[in-house]
């Protein structure tokens, strides 16, 4: 009996490998035929520009949205807001019992034509490493012969208009194959995410029925460093703060005034460094409040695979902050990042003078527990217990002269974070299909430490969100020489159909 019941468990396991490993190449197949039919449609999303300051650039790619979805039997529809509108792409299957909704980003970063090695950055181009490991540019007609490690360097290749070109190509392999999922798809489309989808909050609320679904997914960020199959359950939201702290009217000689005219820029460094410990960790009273991580969260972060040695190493540097015993865990809690600073002037246009102002540039990551305003507040009080009295505007002659110390703070919300549970039903499913279309367990992170506009859409119409990163995580987004590498481009093409084509 025994024997007979082994057996039979054998041979039930040989089915499934059997039948994993044939949906597996028939992904791959599609997926490969795909990737070398979708390189003219990356060719030419990626040559518009998508400046989201620029209205008329982003009315191009709403167009190149609406008839591209409208060809494969979307129905689309804009959502207007002040600015850029939403687009909205639906298309409904026979017997779909629920609605999946898809979060697409197809605005861009400003850029700096001069930083980037090439011609233009709308103009993209094929790339492979030469044996000094530099980037060289080969011709694009190459690309239909391409190799995994090769890359198409252009503005948005990764963030995020290669996502969206991978999702239309698994759309043209489902209607080829005469594959219906069985479930609704709406796609809505973010023209103006890098600017922090400021009207996104407004437009949701107003929009609740149009935008309703059971599950959401967002195709965007970057996998897990090795390449692993990824699936991403919250994201840290984002606030800004612009500091400035402020000396004589006008800059004035440091010989003649240099220990009698106090500096700003000295002023706003001691600000700085009050906010923070040598371990990277905020000191202001009350900033991680509310924050605890109990034990069975701690043992699902501490499973996430990262080597902090190759890390360092190829961040070069010698160590990293402290604010939690690992990468995953530091990343639970709010950070307080100077993303940029200025007084005076420096290089070859140094000048011995004192400066008459100081700026620095704050960014604040927002965790699920913390309260936006609540953590603005406390780092507006903390300066002001710095003996600094604080405004909202630039001073007046007669503010200035009445207080030792004054700054101006600004700050604005963007969005807050969002977090969904592992265990909650559009996460099986992913996982389930990641599984098929890979023969692995997906890493699952349980909040990534960048931010996706995706809260109003989780609070709002509490629809629970996975993000689903399908680029490699060396693409230099937002920075000059953008890119994204052929193989994870294909792979990506494979996950979405993975995703497409696994029962809900």
């Known amino acids: 009996m025994r024997s007979s019941l082994l057996t039979t468990i054998a041979f039930a396991l040989f089915i499934l490998s059997n039948s994993w ?113 530099e980037w060289e540019e080969i011709p694009w007609e190459s690309i239909q012969n391409y190799e995994d490690d090769w890359r198409v360097f252009a503005r948005s290749a990764s963030d995020a208009k290669g996502p969206v ?3 239309l190509k698994a759309i043209d392999v489902m209607l080829r194959e005469k594959l219906q999922p069985n479930f609704n798809l709406k796609v809505i489309m973010d023209f103006e995410e890098e600017l922090g989808s400021p009207r996104l909050p407004a437009a949701v609320k107003a929009n609740r029925k149009l935008l309703t679904a059971d599950h959401l997914i967002i195709f965007d960020g970057p996998m897990h ?18 500091l400035t702290t402020y000396g004589p009217v006008a800059p004035q000689h440091s010989g003649h005034f240099g220990n009698y005219v106090p500096n700003p820029a000295l002023r706003m460094a001691k600000i700085l460094a009050s906010m923070k410990d040598d371990q990277g960790r905020v000191l202001i009273p009350g900033y991680y409040d509310g924050i605890q991580i109990d034990d069975k969260t701690k043992a699902v972060l501490k499973t996430f ?49 004192i400066p008459a102002w100081a700026r620095a540039e704050i960014d604040v990551r927002l965790v699920l527990e913390s309260d936006p305003k609540r953590l603005l507040q406390l780092i507006r009080r903390h300066i002001e217990n710095q003996g600094y009295f604080v405004l909202d505007r630039e001073p007046t002659a007669a503010e200035r002269t009445a207080h030792p110390r004054i ?92 995703i497409l084509t696994q029962p809900l």
């Open 165 to 167: 070109v991978m999702f």
């Open 305 to 353: 695979p990262h080597d902090k040695d190759s890390f360092m190493k190829t961040l070069q540097i010698g160590e990293v902050d402290q604010v939690g015993p690992n990468y995953q865990e530091s990343i639970q809690y709010p950070s307080l990042n100077i993303r940029g600073m200025q007084s005076g002037w420096i290089n070859e246009k140094a000048r011995t003078i």
């Open 21 to 133: 490993s044939q949906s597996a190449k028939k992904l791959d197949r599609w997926a490969t035929s795909a990737t070398l039919a979708s390189f003219p449609m990356l060719q030419e999303v990626l040559s518009i520009p998508n400046d989201g300051l620029r209205l008329p650039e982003i009315e191009l790619n709403v167009q190149w949205c609406e008839r591209n979805f409208g060809q494969r039997g979307f129905r689309t529809q804009r959502i207007q807001t002040p600015e850029a509108p939403l687009l909205l792409a639906e298309r409904k299957f026979p017997n779909a019992q629920q609605t999946v909704l898809v979060y697409l980003q197809l605005d861009g970063q400003p850029v700096e034509p001069q930083k980037w090695n090439q011609k233009d950055p709308y103009i993209p181009v094929l790339k492979k490493q030469n044996p000094q490991g």
């Open 225 to 242: 460093r090795s390449g692993r199959p990824t699936l991403s359950f919250g994201a840290r939201g984002i606030a800004t703060v612009q």
């Open 407 to 498: 700054a101006t703070m600004t700050s604005e919300i963007s969005y807050q974070s969002f977090r969904t549970n592992l265990n909650t039903p559009v996460g099986e499913w992913l996982r389930a299909a990641l599984i098929r279309g890979f023969g692995e367990e997906p890493i699952r992170v349980r909040m990534s430490g960048g931010s996706i506009p995706i809260s109003p859409f989780v609070n709002t119409l509490q629809i629970p969100a996975v993000a689903v990163p399908t680029v490699n995580r060396d693409n230099n987004q937002h920075s000059p020489n953008e890119n994204i590498r052929l193989g994870t481009y294909r792979n990506g093409i494979k996950t979405i159909l993975a």
